[in-house]
């Protein structure tokens, strides 16, 4: 089975693989103090946990990671614990097939590239992939498979951090719809500016982007996905498919076009 892990900035995301379907998938905090080992424990008590694989199940691992520090002790739990088991990291030099059109390509955060590279299999371009995590992150890919560029929001925790700590009667909240976008008390109104006010971003975003990638904007495919996506699915009036898996998906890709 194959491992996949997406590192980032707030949770890592871990799947495994038998064939194109992921049959377990797990979610913990990003924490850069996490050592190797630690790492180590962390992942093999989750699989020991899963009634439906043992360690020994593990034959191959992807992994991209946009936290540094985080990366190189991934990089070393690889090595220690699962020496013997082929690891592939999204880094410079590794195949994608996903030609990056930015002024420098090196700039482009290596998840982005593998949802641009997972969209393209999944549902063709051109697309944009909104990717709901500590940042909204918007991502064009051409008919041609070309990753063209993208756009950077704050996330919506990230959001919400703000006005709890900025606002002195203003606190963190549960994130559920309001009964409705003119609120009757202070939790629905933060509710409804976040909920909806996110909704009315993407769309916006979304609208402008897909009139710069092609002549006809109805023919690009928005593909959302992220931990943070199912908050605005029903109140995006521009979302088409919501795919959770997308950037696992793209490292399995990936995986396969370096490995023999």
């Given at each position: 089975m194959l491992l996949t892990i997406d590192v980032g900035n707030t949770h890592t995301v871990l799947g495994l693989f038998e064939g194109e379907e992921v049959i377990e998938h797990w979610r913990i905090n990003t924490d850069p103090r996490r050592t190797?080992?630690?790492i180590a424990v962390v992942l093999q008590g989750l699989v020991q946990q899963s009634p439906l694989l043992a360690e020994t199940d593990i034959s191959g691992i992807a992994l991209c990671s946009t936290v540094?520090?985080?990366?190189?002790?991934?990089?070393?739990?690889?090595?220690r614990y699962y020496g013997d088991v082929p690891a592939v990291i999204v880094e410079p030099g590794v195949k994608t097939g996903v030609p990056v059109r930015m002024d420098n390509p090196k700039e482009v955060g290596a998840d982005r590239i593998v949802n641009a590279l997972a969209?393209?299999?999944?549902?063709?371009?051109?697309?944009?992939?909104v990717d709901f995590g500590t940042a909204t992150t918007f991502d064009a890919v051409s008919a041609k498979g070309e990753y063209v560029g993208g756009a950077i929001a704050p996330g919506i925790e990230i959001s919400i951090d703000a006005l709890s700590s900025r606002g002195a009667?203003?606190?963190?909240?549960?994130?559920?719809?309001?009964?409705?976008?003119?609120?009757?008390?202070?939790?629905?109104?933060?509710?409804?500016?976040?909920?909806?006010g996110f909704a009315g971003q993407v769309d916006g975003i979304v609208e402008r982007m897909s009139e710069e990638l092609?002549?006809?904007?109805?023919?690009?495919t928005v593909i959302a996905t992220g931990g943070l996506a199912p908050l605005v699915l029903e109140e995006s009036r521009s979302i088409d498919v919501f795919e959770p898996w997308l950037t696992l998906i793209?490292?399995?890709?990936?995986?396969?076009?370096?490995t023999p």
């Open positions: 190797a080992d630690e540094p520090s985080v990366l190189h002790e991934m990089r070393e739990m690889c090595r969209a393209v299999h999944t549902h063709g371009g051109p697309a944009i992939v009667q203003l606190h963190k909240i549960e994130l559920v719809r309001p009964r409705s976008v003119i609120a009757k008390n202070t939790v629905e109104a933060l509710q409804s500016g976040i909920i909806f092609v002549d006809e904007p109805d023919e690009v793209g490292l399995r890709l990936i995986y396969q076009r370096n």
